[in-house]
Protein backbone atom coordinates (compact mmCIF):
# COMPACT_ATOMS: atom_id res chain seq x y z
CA UNK A 1 0.00 0.00 0.00
CA UNK A 2 1.10 3.27 -0.75
CA UNK A 3 1.00 6.15 1.68
CA UNK A 4 -0.57 9.47 -0.16
CA UNK A 5 -0.66 13.14 1.21
CA UNK A 6 -3.38 15.28 -0.68
CA UNK A 7 -2.61 19.04 0.14
CA UNK A 8 -5.23 21.27 -0.81
CA UNK A 9 -6.43 24.93 0.09
CA UNK A 10 -9.75 24.27 -1.42
CA UNK A 11 -12.18 22.70 0.94
CA UNK A 12 -15.37 22.12 -2.34
CA UNK A 13 -11.99 20.06 -4.28
CA UNK A 14 -11.56 18.40 -1.24
CA UNK A 15 -15.03 17.31 -0.38
CA UNK A 16 -15.52 16.43 -3.62
CA UNK A 17 -12.14 13.89 -3.73
CA UNK A 18 -13.48 12.61 -0.06
CA UNK A 19 -16.61 11.62 -2.09
CA UNK A 20 -15.16 9.73 -4.61
CA UNK A 21 -12.82 7.75 -1.86
CA UNK A 22 -16.52 7.13 -0.74
CA UNK A 23 -17.19 5.40 -3.59
CA UNK A 24 -14.93 2.41 -2.56
CA UNK A 25 -12.50 3.38 -5.71
CA UNK A 26 -9.38 3.84 -3.57
CA UNK A 27 -8.85 2.88 -0.10
CA UNK A 28 -9.51 5.41 2.43
CA UNK A 29 -6.56 4.70 5.06
CA UNK A 30 -4.11 5.71 1.71
CA UNK A 31 -4.90 9.04 2.49
CA UNK A 32 -3.66 12.02 4.59
CA UNK A 33 -5.50 15.30 4.16
CA UNK A 34 -3.45 18.43 4.62
CA UNK A 35 -3.84 22.61 4.27
CA UNK A 36 -1.81 25.16 4.16
CA UNK A 37 -0.28 26.47 7.57
CA UNK A 38 -1.60 30.10 6.86
CA UNK A 39 -4.84 29.24 5.46
CA UNK A 40 -6.72 30.46 8.52
CA UNK A 41 -10.11 29.92 7.55
CA UNK A 42 -9.55 25.91 7.33
CA UNK A 43 -7.44 26.07 10.35
CA UNK A 44 -10.36 27.95 12.03
CA UNK A 45 -13.07 24.89 10.76
CA UNK A 46 -10.71 21.71 11.19
CA UNK A 47 -8.75 22.16 14.00
CA UNK A 48 -8.31 18.95 15.96
CA UNK A 49 -8.96 17.12 12.81
CA UNK A 50 -6.55 14.12 12.67
CA UNK A 51 -6.81 13.59 9.06
CA UNK A 52 -7.12 17.40 7.74
CA UNK A 53 -3.84 18.48 9.08
CA UNK A 54 -2.02 22.16 8.36
CA UNK A 55 1.47 21.37 6.62
CA UNK A 56 4.25 23.83 6.12
CA UNK A 57 6.20 22.00 3.20
CA UNK A 58 9.03 23.82 3.30
CA UNK A 59 9.69 23.23 7.10
CA UNK A 60 8.56 19.59 6.68
CA UNK A 61 9.76 18.54 3.96
CA UNK A 62 12.47 16.34 5.28
CA UNK A 63 9.12 14.43 7.34
CA UNK A 64 6.87 14.00 3.88
CA UNK A 65 9.92 12.67 2.05
CA UNK A 66 10.25 9.95 4.70
CA UNK A 67 6.22 9.11 4.96
CA UNK A 68 4.92 9.40 1.95
CA UNK A 69 5.14 7.21 -1.66
CA UNK A 70 3.02 10.07 -3.33
CA UNK A 71 2.22 13.86 -2.95
CA UNK A 72 -0.53 15.25 -4.63
CA UNK A 73 -1.34 18.97 -4.68
CA UNK A 74 -5.05 19.53 -5.31
CA UNK A 75 -4.86 23.53 -5.40
CA UNK A 76 -2.14 23.72 -2.62
CA UNK A 77 -1.15 27.64 -2.00
CA UNK A 78 2.76 26.48 -1.75
CA UNK A 79 5.26 26.35 -3.64
CA UNK A 80 7.07 22.80 -3.44
CA UNK A 81 11.04 23.03 -2.24
CA UNK A 82 13.11 21.24 -4.77
CA UNK A 83 14.35 18.73 -2.43
CA UNK A 84 10.51 17.22 -2.00
CA UNK A 85 9.95 17.08 -5.94
CA UNK A 86 13.28 15.79 -6.33
CA UNK A 87 12.88 13.01 -3.78
CA UNK A 88 9.30 12.24 -3.63
CA UNK A 89 6.87 12.10 -6.40
CA UNK A 90 4.46 15.12 -6.33
CA UNK A 91 1.75 15.52 -8.85
CA UNK A 92 -0.55 19.01 -9.22
CA UNK A 93 -4.24 19.13 -10.11
CA UNK A 94 -4.02 22.37 -11.85
CA UNK A 95 -7.17 24.08 -12.98
CA UNK A 96 -5.18 25.43 -16.38
CA UNK A 97 -4.48 23.77 -19.68
CA UNK A 98 -0.33 23.65 -19.09
CA UNK A 99 1.70 25.24 -20.65
CA UNK A 100 -0.89 28.20 -21.21
CA UNK A 101 -1.35 30.84 -18.77
CA UNK A 102 0.61 28.83 -15.88
CA UNK A 103 0.45 30.24 -12.40
CA UNK A 104 -2.23 32.61 -10.83
CA UNK A 105 -6.56 32.14 -11.89
CA UNK A 106 -5.66 30.36 -15.37
CA UNK A 107 -9.28 31.21 -16.72
CA UNK A 108 -8.85 34.72 -15.82
CA UNK A 109 -6.05 35.58 -18.39
CA UNK A 110 -7.81 33.06 -21.03
CA UNK A 111 -10.58 35.04 -20.85
CA UNK A 112 -8.47 38.36 -21.99
CA UNK A 113 -5.83 36.72 -24.23
CA UNK A 114 -7.81 33.85 -25.83
CA UNK A 115 -5.10 31.17 -24.97
CA UNK A 116 -6.64 27.70 -24.58
CA UNK A 117 -7.88 26.40 -20.68
CA UNK A 118 -9.09 23.52 -18.84
CA UNK A 119 -7.24 21.25 -16.43
CA UNK A 120 -4.16 19.38 -16.00
CA UNK A 121 -2.68 16.85 -13.75
CA UNK A 122 1.19 17.08 -13.88
CA UNK A 123 4.24 15.97 -12.16
CA UNK A 124 5.79 19.09 -10.04
CA UNK A 125 9.44 20.02 -11.09
CA UNK A 126 10.85 23.00 -9.70
CA UNK A 127 9.02 25.58 -11.61
CA UNK A 128 5.22 26.70 -11.25
CA UNK A 129 2.97 24.56 -13.23
CA UNK A 130 5.85 23.29 -15.65
CA UNK A 131 6.37 19.51 -15.23
CA UNK A 132 5.68 16.80 -17.37
CA UNK A 133 2.00 16.16 -18.20
CA UNK A 134 0.05 12.89 -17.41
CA UNK A 135 -3.50 14.28 -18.50
CA UNK A 136 -4.93 17.18 -19.65
CA UNK A 137 -8.46 18.33 -20.60
CA UNK A 138 -9.19 21.38 -22.63
CA UNK A 139 -12.33 23.75 -22.11
CA UNK A 140 -14.10 25.87 -24.64
CA UNK A 141 -14.75 29.55 -22.85
CA UNK A 142 -17.89 31.12 -24.76
CA UNK A 143 -18.29 34.99 -25.49
CA UNK A 144 -20.77 34.80 -22.28
CA UNK A 145 -18.73 33.07 -20.25
CA UNK A 146 -17.52 34.89 -16.71
CA UNK A 147 -14.31 33.69 -14.43
CA UNK A 148 -16.70 32.10 -12.42
CA UNK A 149 -18.70 30.01 -15.33
CA UNK A 150 -15.50 29.17 -16.78
CA UNK A 151 -13.95 28.20 -13.40
CA UNK A 152 -16.86 26.21 -12.72
CA UNK A 153 -16.41 23.50 -16.22
CA UNK A 154 -12.55 23.58 -15.22
CA UNK A 155 -13.10 22.12 -11.68
CA UNK A 156 -15.90 19.61 -13.41
CA UNK A 157 -12.78 18.80 -15.53
CA UNK A 158 -10.24 18.44 -13.41
CA UNK A 159 -12.43 16.26 -11.10
CA UNK A 160 -13.30 14.06 -13.98
CA UNK A 161 -9.42 13.74 -14.60
CA UNK A 162 -9.15 12.73 -11.14
CA UNK A 163 -11.64 10.06 -11.11
CA UNK A 164 -10.28 8.15 -14.58
CA UNK A 165 -6.72 8.58 -13.73
CA UNK A 166 -6.24 8.56 -9.98
CA UNK A 167 -5.62 4.66 -9.76
CA UNK A 168 -3.63 4.60 -12.52
CA UNK A 169 -1.43 7.82 -11.00
CA UNK A 170 -1.35 5.77 -7.46
CA UNK A 171 0.34 2.84 -9.23
CA UNK A 172 2.66 4.87 -11.43
CA UNK A 173 1.54 3.04 -14.58
CA UNK A 174 1.20 6.35 -17.00
CA UNK A 175 2.82 7.67 -19.43
CA UNK A 176 3.56 11.49 -19.31
CA UNK A 177 4.52 14.14 -22.03
CA UNK A 178 6.67 17.43 -21.96
CA UNK A 179 4.76 20.69 -22.70
CA UNK A 180 5.38 21.29 -25.91
CA UNK A 181 6.77 24.81 -25.14
CA UNK A 182 7.32 26.65 -22.14
CA UNK A 183 4.18 28.75 -22.38
CA UNK A 184 3.60 31.71 -20.28
CA UNK A 185 3.18 32.36 -16.10
CA UNK A 186 0.64 34.65 -14.24
CA UNK A 187 1.16 35.70 -10.83
CA UNK A 188 -1.03 36.78 -8.32
CA UNK A 189 0.53 40.51 -8.84
CA UNK A 190 -0.64 40.28 -12.12
CA UNK A 191 -4.82 39.67 -11.53
CA UNK A 192 -4.37 42.52 -9.00
CA UNK A 193 -3.10 44.85 -11.75
CA UNK A 194 -6.41 43.65 -13.61
CA UNK A 195 -8.55 44.95 -11.02
CA UNK A 196 -8.24 48.70 -11.22
CA UNK A 197 -9.81 49.99 -14.08
CA UNK A 198 -7.85 52.84 -15.26
CA UNK A 199 -11.88 55.07 -16.47
CA UNK A 200 -9.23 57.00 -19.07
CA UNK A 201 -8.43 53.67 -20.88
CA UNK A 202 -9.18 53.57 -24.38
CA UNK A 203 -10.56 50.10 -26.04
CA UNK A 204 -13.48 48.16 -28.23
CA UNK A 205 -16.50 47.28 -26.37
CA UNK A 206 -14.88 43.84 -26.71
CA UNK A 207 -11.57 44.46 -24.94
CA UNK A 208 -13.76 46.04 -22.00
CA UNK A 209 -16.56 43.26 -21.99
CA UNK A 210 -13.71 40.84 -21.89
CA UNK A 211 -11.88 42.69 -18.63
CA UNK A 212 -14.96 42.85 -16.70
CA UNK A 213 -16.01 39.32 -17.82
CA UNK A 214 -12.62 38.20 -16.67
CA UNK A 215 -12.85 39.75 -13.38
CA UNK A 216 -16.48 38.80 -12.31
CA UNK A 217 -16.60 35.55 -9.98
CA UNK A 218 -19.34 35.16 -7.78
CA UNK A 219 -19.42 37.42 -4.69
CA UNK A 220 -15.25 38.05 -5.63
CA UNK A 221 -14.82 42.25 -5.24
CA UNK A 222 -12.29 42.39 -7.94
CA UNK A 223 -12.58 45.00 -10.70
CA UNK A 224 -12.71 48.81 -9.39
CA UNK A 225 -12.70 52.42 -10.53
CA UNK A 226 -11.42 55.15 -7.72
CA UNK A 227 -14.40 57.69 -7.54
CA UNK A 228 -13.49 61.28 -7.06
CA UNK A 229 -12.17 60.91 -3.34
CA UNK A 230 -10.17 57.68 -4.06
CA UNK A 231 -12.88 55.75 -3.25
CA UNK A 232 -12.89 52.25 -4.82
CA UNK A 233 -16.17 51.32 -6.34
CA UNK A 234 -16.50 47.65 -7.45
CA UNK A 235 -18.13 46.43 -10.61
CA UNK A 236 -19.09 43.45 -12.43
CA UNK A 237 -20.64 42.13 -15.08
CA UNK A 238 -23.79 39.91 -16.04
CA UNK A 239 -24.56 37.79 -19.20
CA UNK A 240 -27.06 36.50 -20.33
CA UNK A 241 -26.83 34.59 -23.64
CA UNK A 242 -30.42 33.46 -25.21
CA UNK A 243 -30.17 30.93 -27.79
CA UNK A 244 -32.29 31.23 -31.03
CA UNK A 245 -34.71 28.00 -30.92
O1 LIG B 1 -7.71 26.97 -5.61
P1 LIG B 1 -7.82 27.93 -6.74
O2 LIG B 1 -8.86 27.58 -7.72
O3 LIG B 1 -6.44 28.01 -7.58
C1 LIG B 1 -5.35 28.88 -7.32
C2 LIG B 1 -4.54 29.13 -8.61
O4 LIG B 1 -5.35 29.65 -9.66
C3 LIG B 1 -3.89 27.85 -9.08
O5 LIG B 1 -3.06 28.10 -10.19
C4 LIG B 1 -3.05 27.25 -7.95
N1 LIG B 1 -2.48 26.00 -8.39
C5 LIG B 1 -3.93 27.08 -6.72
C6 LIG B 1 -3.13 26.59 -5.57
O6 LIG B 1 -4.52 28.33 -6.34
O7 LIG B 1 -7.95 29.38 -6.14
P2 LIG B 1 -9.07 30.07 -5.25
O8 LIG B 1 -9.94 29.08 -4.62
O9 LIG B 1 -8.36 31.07 -4.40
O10 LIG B 1 -9.91 30.87 -6.34
C7 LIG B 1 -10.80 30.23 -7.22
C8 LIG B 1 -11.29 31.23 -8.24
O11 LIG B 1 -11.98 32.28 -7.55
C9 LIG B 1 -10.18 31.91 -9.02
O12 LIG B 1 -9.83 31.19 -10.20
C10 LIG B 1 -10.78 33.27 -9.36
C11 LIG B 1 -11.76 33.51 -8.20
N2 LIG B 1 -11.25 34.50 -7.25
C12 LIG B 1 -10.57 34.12 -6.13
C13 LIG B 1 -10.10 35.07 -5.27
C14 LIG B 1 -9.32 34.67 -4.01
C15 LIG B 1 -11.48 35.84 -7.54
O13 LIG B 1 -12.11 36.15 -8.58
N3 LIG B 1 -11.00 36.78 -6.68
C16 LIG B 1 -10.32 36.47 -5.55
O14 LIG B 1 -9.90 37.38 -4.80
Known amino acids: MKDILVISDNEALVDKFNKLIGTGMFDPHQFHFSYSYFNKALAEKYIGDNNFTPVNVKVEKDEIIIKYDLVIS ?68 EPWDTSLTAYNKITEAEMELIEKNMLDIIENKYKTKRPRQEGNLNLK ?39 GEGNKVFLKLELVPKKNK
Not at 74 to 91: A, D, G, I, T, Y
Not at 114 to 124: L, S, V, W
Open 74 to 141: LHCKQLFPSELVNSVRCVNVHPGLNPYNRGWFPQVFSILNGKPCGATIHEIDEQLDHGNIIVQKEVAI
Open 189 to 227: KDFDALCQIDMAEVGTFQNHIDRLRALTHGDYMNAYFLD
